[in-house]
């Protein structure tokens, strides 16, 4: 069975803080994706990975970056956690294409206090 | 502008009564849709994908979605509404100036509540 694995599904972090959160995926997908989800805001594209060291900002990169060393494993980090980055955050994977569809983690539920 | 609508927020079924959750799209040239099912404090599954061809689609737990080239529209159905269906479903269409699935647009969803 494909899978998509997000290291934490809850986190309580303090602002300021560092936040790191880790998705690996066993498919050999290209392609890595870092989307946060917040109601009435649906889901919104933080930053994405098409091969390994490579990364493109989406469309809320602000106050996020991201790391790819290896193929399997797409990070996302928060510098310096902000209380307006609480939010759900949901990793996925695709092998390249249009027509590929996204495999999903369970999703990194992080509250910044 | 590219972009998918979801024009419902919440749709309300009994169960056993079949169902419809719409979707409608603005893409330049050929769209590729696909619909995707959250279930609470979960990720998104994939249900199904329109490519090309037949323009009803068969997908995973019964679903299946017509597409409308004329209305622009692709549609998410069932026959016959279980409890467990009741989930957030979101409708999609990656953005047709970039060669890989980089750029998804999403709709906003509609949580769909079955009632028994």
């Known amino acids: 069975d494909v899978k998509v694995t997000q290291s934490s599904r809850y986190l309580v972090k303090r602002t300021g803080e560092k936040v790191f959160l880790e998705c690996v995926q066993d498919?050999?997908?290209?392609?890595m994706f870092w989307y946060r989800q917040d109601p009435g805001l649906g889901l919104r594209l933080i930053y994405f990975?098409?091969?390994?060291?490579?990364?493109e900002k989406g469309d809320i990169p602000e106050g996020y970056s991201v790391s790819r060393e290896k193929k399997e494993r797409f990070s996302l980090i928060l510098e310096s956690a902000s209380t307006n980055q609480t939010s759900m955050y949901l990793c996925?994977?695709?092998?390249?294409?249009?027509?590929?569809?996204?495999?999903f983690g369970e999703g990194s539920r992080l509250t910044v206090l | 502008a590219q972009s998918v609508a979801q024009p419902e927020d919440q749709v309300n079924v009994a169960e056993g009564n079949p169902l419809t959750v719409k979707c409608t799209y603005s893409?330049?040239?050929?769209?590729?849709l696909f619909w995707y099912v959250q279930y609470p404090n979960r990720g998104l599954q994939f249900l199904l994908k329109y490519i090309t061809g037949d323009n009803l689609v068969k997908g995973s737990y019964g679903f299946e979605a017509e597409f409308n080239k004329s209305q622009t529209s692709f549609h998410l159905k069932k026959p016959s509404a279980l409890v467990s269906d009741s989930a957030l479903y979101f409708c999609?269409?990656?953005?047709?100036?970039?060669?890989?699935?980089?750029?998804?647009?999403f709709g906003s969803g509609t949580r769909l509540s079955i009632r028994p």
């Open positions: 999609a269409v990656p953005h047709p100036g970039y060669s890989s699935a980089s750029k998804i647009i």
């Open positions: 498919m050999d997908h290209e392609n």
């Open positions: 990975s098409y091969d390994v060291k490579m990364k």
């Open positions: 996925a994977s695709s092998s390249g294409g249009r027509t590929g569809e996204l495999f």
């Open positions: 893409v330049s040239g050929n769209p590729y």
